[in-house]
């Protein structure tokens, strides 16, 4: 019996998995999220997913472990989590009217088998009023998204458009996760 693991406990991630009707685990990796100023988003993302991957898989060797992280990039600067209030409104108001990149790396370990990728969806928002921004913050929803926002939710309304994969905005690219896990032998149940 193959056994699948989400290396997270992002309700999201979670959530979109659950979409494919697949049975898995969560297991919440332990792993350092630091990373290198400067170094390019697509490595920050694909390294860190390959760390909770990697976490998760030493004490589940024979499961297919799925790790998965996601930054927002705004012109050269990595945005993460909200500390606050007054940073969520920093954040929302540098994202306001402009298009900003959404970064969801990926990595799938199975034993000594691994591999990972990752997706880069461009996000353009409205021009955002400062009751728009305040009614959001107050919202709630900020604060556990990198970004300050989150494309499902309430923050749906801040969205102008976007180009690339719209799962991987809200967490996990589905449709290529699923791909990899055949590519390295999983059998969906379906």
Same mark, same amino acid.
């Given at each position: %019996?193959?056994?699948?693991?989400?290396?997270?406990?992002?309700?999201?991630?979670?959530?979109?998995?659950?979409?494919?009707?697949?049975?898995?685990?969560?297991?919440?990796?332990?792993?350092?999220?630091?990373? /290198?100023?400067?170094? *390019?988003?697509?490595?920050?993302?694909?390294?860190?997913?390959?760390?909770?991957?990697?976490?998760?898989?030493?004490?589940?060797?024979?499961?297919?472990?799925?790790?998965?992280?996601?930054?927002?990039?705004?012109?050269?600067?990595?945005?993460?989590?909200?500390?606050?209030?007054?940073?969520?409104?920093?954040?929302?108001?540098?994202?306001?009217?402009?298009?900003?990149?959404?970064?969801?790396?990926?990595?799938?370990?199975?034993?000594?088998? &691994?591999?990972?990728?990752?997706?880069?969806?461009?996000?353009?928002?409205?021009?955002?009023?400062?009751?728009?921004?305040? *009614?959001?913050?107050?919202?709630?929803?900020?604060?556990?998204?990198?970004?300050?926002?989150?494309?499902?939710?309430?923050?749906? %309304?801040?969205?102008?458009?976007?180009?690339?994969?719209?799962?991987?905005? /809200?967490?996990?690219?589905?449709?290529?996760?699923?791909?990899?896990? &055949?590519?390295?032998?999983?059998?969906?149940?379906?």
């Amino acid at each position: %019996m193959q056994h699948l693991i989400l290396a997270s406990s992002s309700p999201r991630r979670k959530e979109l998995l659950e979409t494919l009707h697949l049975t898995f685990d969560i297991s919440s990796s332990e792993a350092d999220e630091s990373y /290198v100023p400067g170094t *390019a988003p697509k490595d920050i993302v694909m390294e860190l997913a390959i760390r909770k991957a990697s976490d998760v898989a030493q004490r589940n060797p024979e499961s297919f472990v799925i790790g998965a992280d996601t930054i927002v990039v705004a012109g050269n600067q990595v945005l993460g989590k909200p500390k606050d209030e007054a940073e969520a409104m920093e954040m929302l108001t540098m994202l306001s009217g402009k298009t900003h990149s959404v970064y969801t790396g990926v990595a799938i370990v199975n034993g000594e088998t &691994q591999v990972q990728f990752y997706e880069k969806t461009d996000v353009t928002f409205w021009e955002l009023t400062e009751f728009e921004i305040n *009614a959001y913050i107050k919202s709630g929803e900020p604060f556990d998204k990198a970004g300050a926002y989150g494309i499902q939710g309430f923050g749906s %309304m801040l969205v102008k458009q976007i180009s690339g994969d719209y799962f991987s905005v /809200v967490g996990l690219p589905v449709s290529r996760t699923v791909r990899e896990l &055949q590519k390295l032998g999983f059998r969906l149940p379906y």
